[in-house]
């Protein structure tokens, strides 16, 4: 094994440990605290796939902006929004069982497609991959649209919070 598996496989099961403890977290400050570990993980990830300018996106526009938000919109509403209940549903196993079991017919259906390759196609060098990310996302014909609708979710979602929080008179 070489150092960069290594380091891959030791990024994964700290990203993967992170997902996990963003899930089962009672603290919602906490789950997104967990959830910045593992935003970051996916940017090392970048970096070992030599995706500088993904990596560096991911720290600033994932880790920066919305993580921050996040925890802004949680800390808004935590007055608000006090749950008392049992966060767990007494039927979570069943949940994880078929979560598996979708997960193991997913793996199935990908080892039984003809065209599925484990290898990364041979990229042409002569193509800078910056410019066509840039053309697709002010492009109308790519993702002009969804990157449009992601900023308007969290300008909705950051209002709605502030509108929660907010005390009455």
Not at 31 to 42: E, T
Not at 82 to 110: C, P
Not at 152 to 166: D, F, K
């Amino acid at each position: 094994m070489t150092p960069l598996q290594i380091i891959f496989l030791l990024v994964a099961a700290i990203s993967l440990g992170g997902a996990v403890m963003v899930v089962t977290r009672q603290n919602l400050v906490h789950a997104a605290l967990w959830l910045i570990l593992v935003l970051f993980g996916v940017a090392v990830t970048f970096v070992l796939l030599n995706a500088g300018f993904l990596a560096m996106a991911q720290v600033v526009i994932y880790i920066g902006a919305i993580a921050i938000l996040m925890i802004f919109t949680i800390m808004l509403t935590r007055k608000v929004a006090k749950d008392t209940d049992e966060q767990l549903n007494s039927n979570w196993w069943g949940a994880g069982i078929i979560s598996l079991l979708l997960f193991g017919g997913v793996i199935l259906m990908l080892f039984q497609w003809q065209n599925f390759q484990f290898n990364l196609p041979n990229l042409n060098p002569s193509v800078d991959p910056l410019l066509q990310l840039g053309e697709g996302l002010v492009s109308p014909n790519a993702f002009l649209l969804p990157f449009e609708i992601a900023s308007v979710l969290l300008v909705a979602a950051l209002i709605g919070a502030i509108m929660v929080a907010r005390e009455r008179k």
